[in-house]
């Protein structure tokens, strides 16, 4: 098993462009999550999904939006990139609620 | 809010030391709480994970204990080694306002044993 994979692994923004971060696993997962990581901080949820076709809002949501069509595949959208989202993304799995989290190796954003 | 403390932010100590981490969380009402380890510039991998009706988990020469009424967990790490240098996350499952359960996580804590 690959586990969570995420891509790109790095990627430089300008301000206002759009991009979607990518994230699968292949464990047959239910649950997936995202996150992003700012330096000396914890991380922060930014939207979780329960099942293909279920998502909701995490603690800190905007400016992103999230779709899973899939059970494998849970991306990311940036719309209108702004300096204040630049930080390390993570997208992580665990089978039910609760249940052991599994992270990808994370995405680093810059936005310029 | 829910929030998750990490004590102390970081710690220094000479290689065979016995360690401990704290985490506390303001909700007591928490589905379960895990513990990461982070290395530098890398992903989370998963350490151990209690349950709530859990006291205590142990892989090797961790211990984590789960005290819900005190709203404390901590991280036992024994005969500490270099290669336990990392920082170590806790995130405790907190109820949402729309029903389900999310983590939280704390800040971490940076730990570097030298040899």
């Known amino acids: 098993n690959a586990g969570v994979t995420q891509t790109p692994k790095f990627r430089i923004l300008k301000i206002g462009q759009s991009m979607t971060l990518q994230c699968a696993q292949d464990?047959?997962?239910?649950?997936m999550y995202w996150y992003r990581q700012d330096p000396g901080m914890g991380l922060k949820l930014i939207y979780y999904?329960?099942?293909?076709?279920?998502?909701d809002k995490g603690e800190v949501p905007n400016g992103y939006n999230v779709s899973r069509s899939t059970t494998e595949d849970f991306p990311l959208r940036l719309e209108l990139a702004a300096p204040s989202q630049t930080s390390v993304y993570f997208c992580?799995?665990?089978?039910?609620?609760?249940?052991?989290?599994?992270f990808g190796p994370g995405t680093r954003l810059t936005v310029t | 809010k829910q929030e998750v403390t990490q004590i102390p932010a970081a710690l220094s100590v000479p290689e065979g030391e016995n360690l401990v981490l704290n985490c506390s969380f303001t909700?007591?009402?928490?589905?379960?709480l895990q513990w990461f380890r982070q290395d530098p510039g890398k992903g989370l991998t998963s350490l151990l994970l209690?349950?709530?009706?859990?006291r205590e988990q142990t892989s090797g020469r961790l211990n984590a204990s789960l005290d819900k009424s005190s709203g404390r967990s901590t991280l036992y790490i024994a005969a500490s080694q270099p290669g336990d240098s990392a920082t170590y996350l806790c995130?405790?499952?907190?109820?949402?306002?729309?029903?389900?359960?999310?983590?939280?996580f704390g800040r971490g804590t940076s730990l570097i044993v030298h040899p």
């Open positions: 999904s329960v099942g293909a076709g279920i998502t």
């Open positions: 992580a799995s665990s089978y039910n609620l609760g249940s052991e989290q599994y």
């Open positions: 464990m047959n997962h239910n649950y």
């Open positions: 909700d007591s009402a928490i589905y379960n």
């Open positions: 209690i349950q709530s009706s859990q």
């Open positions: 995130a405790a499952y907190i109820h949402a306002s729309g029903g389900s359960y999310i983590p939280t």
